[in-house]
């Protein structure tokens, strides 16, 4: 399933490796938020709140020994650390972001991701378990994918793009998406007719003779 890209400029259909084979369309596209991804992927609340905690216990024990106004001012280096810190989270989801393309088809989801080492991720609607969406009240959204079957997956190759925590069986994940409402229904609407297409076989002659006895 996966496919490495040596040069995403030479991509025949943007997100994709290959050409769209005859009867194939592309239904959506798209990549990650830029702030939601450094929230949920990176930890950027937490850093903050780290560092607010650390700028609220020093400003509090400098107040003991000298007044409030050059109490503050201790503060200032880990205010300067925080800001920094952010920019450099930021600045990893954003290049994460551009490296991104998710791709829904009308025969299954791609996901082209990698910043350093870029790899194109098919997953056909039928090797597709079931999908998980996981809702902002923002609109932005994260869809997981469960696939079937034994497809060896890594955790580490496919993160961010993939389900918090679930290491064991890593679950491809369309990250911080927005109107991720609305694509899900786009996904879910053409699994269904996917998966519900009769599938034909072109049976040897010799066998359809026994089949016919």
């Not at 400029?9 to 369309?25: I, K, R």
């Not at 007044?67 to 925080?82: E, K, N």
């Not at 990893?92 to 829904?104: M, S």
């Not at 998406?177 to 998966?195: G, M, S, Y």
Request: charged residues 15%.
């Amino acid at each position: 399933m996966p496919h490495e890209d040596q040069d995403v400029t030479v991509e025949p259909v943007n997100g994709l490796p290959e050409a769209l084979p005859a009867g194939e369309t592309v239904l959506w596209q798209g990549r990650p938020e830029v702030l939601p991804l450094a929230r949920e992927a990176l930890s950027l609340n937490w850093v903050l709140g780290y560092f607010a905690l650390l700028v609220v216990w020093r400003v509090a024990v400098s107040s003991t020994v000298m007044p409030l106004g050059p109490a503050l001012l201790t503060g200032l280096p880990f205010v300067v650390l925080a800001a920094v810190a952010a920019a450099i989270l930021i600045g990893i989801a954003w290049v994460q972001a551009r490296a991104t393309v998710y791709t829904v088809t009308t025969e299954r989801v791609a996901m082209r991701v990698g910043a350093a080492l870029t790899l194109t991720l098919n997953l056909p609607f039928p090797k597709i378990g079931a999908a998980d969406l996981e809702l902002k009240k923002s609109g932005t959204g994260t869809i997981a994918l469960r696939t079937l079957g034994a497809a060896k997956l890594s955790y580490l190759v496919l993160w961010p793009h993939v389900r918090p925590w679930h290491m064991r069986q890593p679950q491809p994940a369309l990250r911080c998406i927005p109107d991720a409402a609305k694509v899900a229904a786009i996904l879910a609407e053409a699994a269904e007719t996917r998966v519900s297409q009769p599938q034909i076989a072109r049976v040897p002659k010799a066998s359809a003779a026994v089949a016919a006895e």
